[in-house]
């Protein structure tokens, strides 16, 4: 009953939730604003893209079963839900292809919780686009500044940061939209911190999805139930019995406020170019790059990638028997990016992972480890048929901090993921999903996305 | 993506799947029974009484924000809310009045997450009593079983064990009463399992009632989102990145299935016959035994009370302002023992905290410590204006492993928290309520709660 409260990070939460309640558009420098259109336009489409997915499907099944009917709209789907379900359904579908964002310090996937979670709120409230995005700032600054104080020795010890400051950020991003007043979004951030969850046991099941969407559901809940009179501790995240002391061994609080409103943790939100595990990445470019040269599978001897050990370790299945192992098949990765210059989801489906052409150029690319490989790199040795020889030098991996994704990379990754959905329609929609801060509503966006 | 598996707890999720979807009320021993009817009337009878409390009426309200409608019910209130909502608001009224009940081994209180969750199941698919009592023992065990494996590490960290275990016997309970084949149970403890939360630094709010109402609806949504086909790993409980090595330092998971069916947890599950914290029992039972010797509060000079140490620690505040403040004044319990005879919420109301007569007989109230009391025993020394001394031993209290409530202090406990209610329509409640095995399906339970 008499807690004891440590002076080092005392006020971490009031610090947050004021700065989260109190953010304005005009706060948000162009670098910021540009990076928050980024995060929300990238999700938003892999929303749309995944909307009949396996795993949205069986969400809104069970909700069937519940008869569970309501007015929030569904990015991709002329159906509606009810409003605390509508986060969940989007923040599965955002993150269920592994292709969404990631804050590179934390490997905390922002976008899918935060955004989820944020557009509900502002349909709800019928928030204007800058709102939603200086909502999507706050939410994405709370989430990764409390997730820099925790890691990496909570990722490490097993959470899904994703799923754990996922439930941060939906509150903060929820509760500006509902324009709590710091107090109350104080208590929003208590409500949340208490919810937060997620297991890194999960990986490799339609389950792990299930984590962004329930943060971005508890957040916005978590915001609603503050304004309704809930009330939580002084010291949720900070406090000897709350989040930052149960969660991770090795806590340093001062970074969950250092340079708040100032280094924006926005601007390190890596977009994914690959829908597969990061550290293969450098080797699709590769092969992307090899394409770009004028070189076919049928010019292709053998290949000789050199990679960092830990390739091998997460990315070495030789053999993929489906689409989900193929991901997980760094020779894989590289004959996709030869033949196709892609690797979306249709690089990873089952058909494409047993197509006989892909198999037979998979089995001639083989790695050869060196530890001093930086992680971002890749050395490829391609033996061709006619007898010469090509080395390729990826230095930084497409996405990766020193090489950023550009907004037309983006684009091209939204209509890869958006046209089997919408067709010539997709380009309208990226429009309006890239150009948020014009709208006066994200009306004209959710009607945009739904198919016809 | 290559798990590493320790042998030790190899199955443990599985074998809990499989009892809990196949238990059956004929395997039932009729002590076990008797202990499901009572853990369930307890917190039917919780939910009646604090069915207009100030939380409930928060989540209600922040319901209304988003039109939440439906067709699930709600205890001790006509109006009705969607399905994944009834839990919630069930598992915050059973629990907020620290009233309901205590797995003694783990600190658990399984009677709200898990009944909660299984009352809106049995109302969805129309079980009846019997399946119901079996869903509940299904919960409790699958719930106590895996918090015997983690506490009381787990608990000492600062987990509210009521809300992680609580998940799980949620879904497990959940799970049953869906008719879900063990395979898919196994998915519905997955995706349980990855949303277990709950810190105790959220004590003294009233968000930490929110804890076994989210576990209830969670564990319900993942029965649901289970049939639907969402899949989770093989070993979420026992995997090396599964919530038993992310949450307690120290785990024997041989505990989670040691016994299982033949030594049952839910005979262990003990009601408090007082709404404030256990230690503070003894203390009560002497005030209501010195009652029952027909001694008034004006015949008391003074009152020595010799108690461990850990009662003052939690218990020692002298001059308690509130009635919240009072739930932590050894004197406050005392006094209202024996004012009152009874320590229920009305004995902790604003009111009789400030009560003059209350105030005056708790000064007259001091404590001793003695180290080598046991837990659940206090002396009292009362010397009385007549000159004589009274000294009371209270070698076991009320509620205690081994002087559990009777059925009868059951059914006074309930009346006293319904009549505020239903009046005189509380005897119906209790037969109801506490004769589940009795009845086709819920809803003439459901429905003699409601008020007129």
């Excluded at 439930?167 to 919810?195: I, R």
């Excluded at 924006?264 to 790059?289: L, M, Q, R, T």
């Excluded at 494409?352 to 530890?371: F, G, H, Q, T």
């Excluded at 091209?412 to 990226?430: I, M, Q, Y």
Aim: glycine fraction near 10%; proline fraction near 6%; aromatic fraction near 4%.
């Amino acid at each position: 009953v008499t807690a004891v409260r440590t002076p080092a990070g005392a006020g971490t939460t009031a610090t947050l939730a004021a700065f989260a309640a109190d953010l304005t558009w005009e706060q948000l420098p162009e670098p910021v604003r540009a990076a928050a259109r980024r995060t929300v336009a990238n999700v938003v489409g892999l929303a749309v893209g995944a909307s009949r997915h396996d795993a949205v499907e069986a969400a809104l099944r069970a909700l069937g079963d519940l008869g569970v009917r309501g007015g929030a709209s569904l990015l991709g789907r002329s159906d509606t839900t009810g409003p605390t379900w509508a986060p969940l359904v989007h923040g599965i579908a955002m993150h269920v292809e592994d292709f969404d964002d990631t804050h590179l310090r934390t490997v905390l996937h922002p976008g899918a919780p935060v955004v989820a979670a944020a557009l509900t709120a502002a349909e709800l409230t019928g928030a204007d686009g800058r709102a939603l995005l200086t909502a999507v700032v706050a939410g994405v600054e709370v989430a990764s500044k409390v997730g820099n104080a925790l890691c990496p020795s909570h990722f490490d010890l097993g959470w899904h940061v994703t799923g754990t400051m996922g439930h941060l950020g939906a509150a903060a991003a929820a509760g500006h939209l509902l324009g709590l007043p710091p107090a109350q979004l104080h208590a929003a951030l208590a409500v949340a911190a208490t919810q937060a969850a997620g297991h890194t046991e999960q990986l490799g099941t339609t389950t792990k999805s299930l984590h962004p969407g329930r943060a971005a559901a508890n957040g916005l809940e978590a915001a609603l139930l503050a304004r309704s009179g809930l009330t939580g501790p002084a010291a949720p995240v900070e406090g000897p019995r709350g989040l930052a002391a149960l969660m991770a061994p090795v806590v340093d609080l001062d970074e969950a406020v250092r340079g708040l409103g100032e280094v924006w943790e926005v601007e390190d939100n890596a977009f994914k170019p690959y829908a597969c595990g990061i550290v293969s990445h450098p080797v699709i470019d590769a092969g992307v790059e090899l394409r770009e040269h004028g070189v076919t599978a049928a010019d292709v001897v053998s290949v000789e990638v050199v990679v960092r050990p830990v390739v091998l370790e997460v990315m070495g299945v030789e053999e993929p028997a489906d689409g989900l192992a193929s991901k997980f098949s760094v020779f894989h990765c590289f004959a996709v990016g030869l033949l196709d210059g892609a690797a979306g989801p249709a690089q990873y489906s089952d058909d494409r992972a047993r197509d006989p052409e892909v198999v037979a150029l998979r089995r001639r690319v083989r790695a050869v480890l060196d530890p001093d490989m930086p992680k971002d790199a890749c050395r490829a040795v391609v033996r061709l048929a006619d007898g010469r020889e090509i080395v390729l030098h990826v230095q930084h991996a497409t996405g990766s901090v020193d090489r950023p994704m550009t907004d037309e990379q983006l684009h091209r990754k939204f209509s890869l993921v958006v046209e089997p959905v919408l067709g010539a329609r997709t380009d309208a929609l990226w429009e309006l999903a890239h150009g948020l801060d014009r709208l006066p509503s994200v009306g004209p966006l959710l009607e945009a996305s739904r198919p016809t």
